[in-house]
């Protein structure tokens, strides 16, 4: 399983419009395949954190992904409201089980 945590921040101003582009894609970015996950989360700290984590089958998967066209919507929509350096993080897991 691959897994990619992406952490952003915007204005306060900014956040709704970036959820909102956010979730228009899900989606279509939950039907690509080898996608298990795309989660959004507005941060709690304050009102300008973003966190997008998804889970993917496996590294080909993500490429595929980052080749999309809505992964370059978003780039498009999203860079200019980000306000520094987004920061993403990519892990190789192992499932271990899945507890329900």
């Known amino acids: 399983m691959f897994i990619a945590i992406l952490d952003f921040s915007t204005t306060a101003a900014d ?29 709690r700290e304050d009102d300008t954190q973003i966190t997008l984590v998804h889970e993917w089958r496996d590294d080909e998967s993500f490429a595929g992904y980052l080749g999309s066209a809505s992964f370059a919507r978003s780039g498009e929509v999203l860079r200019p409201m980000m306000v520094g350096a987004p920061v993403s993080r990519r892990f190789r897991a192992d499932l271990m089980e899945t507890v329900g």
Do not use: S, T
């Open 15 to 43: 956040r709704p419009a970036a959820l909102a582009q956010l979730d228009r894609e899900r989606a279509e970015v939950r039907a690509m395949p080898g996608n298990l996950a795309f989660r959004v989360y507005a941060g």
